[in-house]
């Protein structure tokens, strides 16, 4: 695995990735929706992975478009350093790759447009698609 960490602007929320490939072979993605582009947003999972996320307060926790999916952003900065969804015993994300230091050498960033699919097709992409999660808030 390679780990690849970053955190918040304030530091009060670290994160961690665990990726199967190296950080160089992933495109992370560029949603199109005005929440993410105003934030200049880019996600990076693996379903392969591990992330972590560890707060020393309670996250911020904001929803938009089918509110299906909940961004997790620190509570003093307010930067969003995921993109979470959770359903039952099922809990996956996507870090916010900008964030991540040093910034790797990705692939180009792809972009993509979620607020096209449907409410279910979303959440059995997210499935697929983002990373197992654990989030520890203090």
Known sequence: MHAVTGTCRCGAVSCNI???QP???YAPRRCDCDFCTARD???LSDPNGQLHISANSALTRLKQG?????FLACSQCQTVVAVCYREADISVGAINAS?????PPFVAAMTVQPRLLAADSKTERWKQLWTPLVVEEG
Do not use: D, F, K, R
């Not at 089918?66 to 909940?70: F, G, K, L, P, V």
């Not at 964030?99 to 910034?103: A, F, G, T, V």
């Open 23 to 25: 950080p160089g072979s």
């Open 18 to 20: 665990q990726l199967p």
């Open 41 to 43: 947003l880019l996600y």
């Open 66 to 70: 089918s509110e299906q999916a909940e």
């Open 99 to 103: 964030l991540l230091q040093p910034q």
